[in-house]
């Protein structure tokens, strides 16, 4: 596992944490390894039954690392044109899992999340941030257009005359005006953040795993189905949940008038 990123367990919660605070967490080879490498691990791991993403230091992501690019600029365009999209692609299978997996991802934003760092934070099922927080999709700014998914979940999320105004611009945004479009779901103070994530996914780590990975799965594949479709895929999710124990300890404890000890099984 790459040390740009960190990975730990504790409580069904798994946390990566990307490690590279000296560059504001910018996206490396290793990151993009190191991500994939321990999601694939966690979508397989009946123990974790959430995870958390967050940056070391002060920030989340400041997106791609572009000082860097400045010794790509001497490549023929052909060639920078081969490196970049042979380099993008390699973050695709991630975004996939992300979305695919039957596990609620949260991401915790403190500092910058910019370019890819605000893509990934929108691919996570929810986000938490820090009052201090800020956004930008940037790219634009070094005449580039987004990747990552950041041009998928954006206008989704805020509606597309927002995305256009969020893309085109390339303007920086603060942490209310990101829960005010939608991209963020909680804004708490700095210095709770830590805490705030941990009680979330603490909560969400103790819930009907199948259940909320069903439900994550119909919300995130209706935009594209039709209405005949997500009413069929409605009613095999709820069957599949019905036949899980967590669904006869909810009924029980609702009879019982306690709250719900589940197991994630």
Not at 94 to 117: E, H
Not at 242 to 259: P, Q
């Amino acid at each position: 596992m790459s040390q740009d990123i960190i990975t730990g367990v504790a409580g069904n919660v798994a946390t990566i944490t990307l490690n590279r605070p000296e560059v504001r967490n910018a996206l490396s080879e290793g990151m993009r390894t190191g991500l994939h490498e321990f999601l694939t691990k966690a979508e397989h791991d009946d123990t974790i039954r959430a995870i958390v993403v967050r940056g070391a230091g002060e920030h989340f992501m400041a997106g791609g690392d572009v000082k860097s690019f400045g010794k790509l600029a001497k490549m023929t365009p052909d060639e920078r044109r081969v490196m970049f999209e042979n380099r993008i692609h390699h973050l695709h299978p991630t975004i996939f899992m992300m979305q695919r997996m039957r596990k609620p991802i949260i991401a915790s934003v403190q500092g910058a999340a910019a370019g890819f760092g605000l893509s990934l934070a929108m691919a996570c099922d929810l986000v938490i941030a820090a009052d201090t927080a800020f956004f930008t999709l940037a790219y634009i700014n070094i005449g580039t257009s987004p990747d990552g998914s950041g041009t998928y979940f954006l206008p989704r999320l805020v509606g597309l005359k927002k995305a256009m105004e969020i893309a085109l611009l390339g303007d920086r945004f603060d942490a209310a005006t990101a829960k005010d479009v939608g991209i963020v779901n909680y804004v708490v103070p700095a210095a709770s953040l830590e805490a705030e994530t941990a009680k979330l996914a603490g909560r969400l780590a103790h819930g009907p795993t199948r259940a909320i990975g069903n439900t994550k799965l119909l919300l995130n594949a209706s935009l594209g189905q039709s209405l005949e479709s997500q009413l069929s895929a409605e009613a095999s999710a709820f069957a599949d949940c019905a036949a899980s124990a967590d669904w006869a300890e909810g009924v029980t404890a609702f009879g019982e008038k306690r709250k719900p000890r589940f197991q994630g099984k």
